[in-house]
């Protein structure tokens, strides 16, 4: 049979290769195996949120950090000045409404003062009408009495009036107010942001960044490499996909130890990747050519190892390579 078949070697090709595709499709529906696999951990990515010139840099390329330690500094002074002139600006308005309440006050004293004439001015009239039917008041003198009462009731009306313009200016006292306290809000909290430390633990990815540089708001700085979700992101073929579950059994291999097992499981698929990089980037996107040859779709799953081995440092985007059990 052998004879054969090495008498006929392009048979025995065409016989070779197709065992092994046979073999290949046997083994791809128990198994899932790819070498685009790569370590990765969440990255926090601090960015300044206000403008100014860096006036310290308290952390070095790859230092640990510990969470609330400083990272770096904005220069401080214009934003301290900021904060008193709000201040400034808020004791202002606050006096201006303590005046603008006096003068409610004068004019609720006025109103009172203005009734009390009308209400004289009244009276004196009902007295001076009353004598004139009996015959003992001049017609002038009434004449007198009923201007007296006109004037006394556009006294009063004068006097609402200015009562009411006064309560308004109360109202704008208290807007101003309120205004001048969001404006101290606001320059406190920029000048917070002068200081910035670590959200949480990591080590720092060597930056660019140094002292003098005039950074403008979202200016990323530098990006931490936290120990959270520590994970293996592995990029397996679609084919794949209907068969790859959720807490299934994986063997890898880190490339920092390539000659260690490791053991893990499946943690999340993919949903989704973008069709193309310029996509917005909320999406991943895993480029399907190597070299010249165009690749089967790819999508990420997440890997995590039961125990990360003691000692193993965390180098976010050394290579993995990953097979996983159906």
């Given amino acids: 049979m052998l004879s054969r078949l090495l008498r006929h070697p392009v048979t025995l090709i065409i016989g070779v290769i197709l065992g092994l595709f046979l073999l290949y499709e046997t083994c791809v529906r128990f198994f899932a195996y790819t070498g685009d696999a790569y370590v990765m951990s969440d990255i926090v990515v601090v960015s300044s949120e206000i403008e100014g010139p860096v006036s310290k840099l308290a952390v070095q390329n790859n230092e640990a950090v510990a969470a609330g330690q400083l990272l770096f500094e904005i220069e401080r002074t214009p934003y301290a000045l900021k904060v008193q002139e709000t201040q400034a600006a808020l004791a202002t308005a606050r006096a201006d409404l303590e005046l603008a309440r006096d003068e409610v006050n004068a004019a609720k004293a006025s109103v009172t003062a203005a009734q009390a004439v009308q209400t004289n001015a009244q009276d004196q009239l009902g007295r001076v009408k009353a004598l004139e039917t009996e015959g003992y008041s001049p017609e002038a003198t009434l004449d007198v009495a009923t201007r007296d009462v ?80 520590r994970r293996v992101v592995a990029n397996v073929s679609e084919r794949h996909l209907a068969r790859i579950r959720v807490g299934q059994r994986v063997l890898l291999t880190l490339g920092s130890e390539p000659w260690v097992l490791h053991y893990g499981h499946v943690s999340g698929i993919a949903a989704g990747v973008a069709r193309s990089p310029d996509n917005p980037r909320v999406m991943p996107y895993v480029e399907p050519t190597t070299d010249w040859v165009r690749l089967p779709r790819r999508f990420p799953v997440e890997v995590t190892l039961d125990n990360w081995p003691e000692g193993l440092g965390l180098f976010n985007g050394a290579d993995a390579r990953v097979l996983i059990w159906f």
Avoid: H, W
């Fill in 150 to 229: 006109a004037t006394a009731g556009a006294n009063v009306t004068s006097s609402e009036a200015q009562l009411a313009v006064t309560a308004r200016r109360v109202a704008v006292a208290q807007a101003a107010i309120a205004s001048a306290e969001a404006a101290v809000a606001k320059a406190q909290y920029d000048l917070s942001k002068t200081v910035m430390t670590a959200p949480e633990a990591g080590r720092v990815v060597p930056f660019v960044t140094r002292v003098g540089d005039y950074l403008r708001p979202g200016s990323e700085v530098l990006a931490l490499v936290t120990e959270r979700r």
